[in-house]
């Protein structure tokens, strides 16, 4: 997404917000990537220490934050400041017990909203994998990413499309 223009919010949901982790907490980040990620196979970062976690998250390019809905956290996002302009939406998901409940587009267009809000941001990205959500892809074209790059993975099976 090269402009806000392009962004096409979800329809609100009464009853959920966004927080940012204030003071930054290696321990909320890592307990969210593996809270959210198991479902999905995540395992880049399972075994990093917790000095691996703390350099990764105590730095000003990177912003967590964790929704709720009725005050019951939901999921969290990592935003993480690249080049000076760009965004990317780093890690993004919804705890298992609340996939399925309608909260994916409302909750990535807080997401979206709180990139466009750093100040200078000229571009929003978000990469995306088949270890992630089955309608990932779709929430995320339907909030007005467009497809930049695709790869198959060295170990796809060709005949998978």
Not at 46 to 70: H, I, P, Q
Not at 142 to 149: N, Q, S, V
Request: overall charge negative.
């Amino acid at each position: 997404m090269t402009g806000p223009e392009a962004f096409r919010p979800g329809q609100p949901k009464a009853g959920l917000s966004v927080s940012l982790v204030q003071p930054p907490d290696p321990a909320v980040n890592r307990k969210f990537y593996s809270a959210v990620g198991a479902a999905w196979n995540w395992t880049d970062r399972l075994a990093w220490s917790d000095n691996d976690w703390r350099k990764y998250v105590c730095r000003d390019d990177l912003a967590t934050y964790l929704g709720t809905m009725d005050g019951e956290t939901i999921g969290y996002f990592e935003l993480e400041r690249q080049d000076g302009s760009d965004i990317e939406i780093k890690y993004f998901g919804l705890l298992p017990a609340h996939i399925g409940r309608g909260l994916g587009g409302a909750f990535l267009s807080m997401a979206v909203q709180r990139a466009w809000e750093w100040p200078g941001a000229r571009r929003v990205w978000v990469h995306t994998c088949t270890r992630d959500h089955e309608n990932a892809l779709a929430n995320y074209q339907k909030r007005g990413f467009t497809l930049f790059k695709t790869e198959r993975a060295p170990d796809a099976d060709p005949s998978d499309g």
